[in-house]
């Protein structure tokens, strides 16, 4: 299962999401992502 969290951008982390339950008791493995928030997710020097 892949978690990308929410928050329009402005805030969050993969890390609000314990996916240790689900990976122990599912059978499942869980990927979650972090990314850059905000603007300076989207500044590109090239």
Do not use: C, K, W, Y
């Amino acid at each position: 299962m892949l978690f990308s969290h929410g928050g329009s951008n402005q805030l969050g982390s993969g890390s609000l999401f314990d996916g240790s339950i689900l990976a122990a008791e599912g059978d499942i493995i869980v990927i979650t992502m972090n990314f850059r928030l905000n603007f300076h997710g989207f500044l590109s020097s090239g």
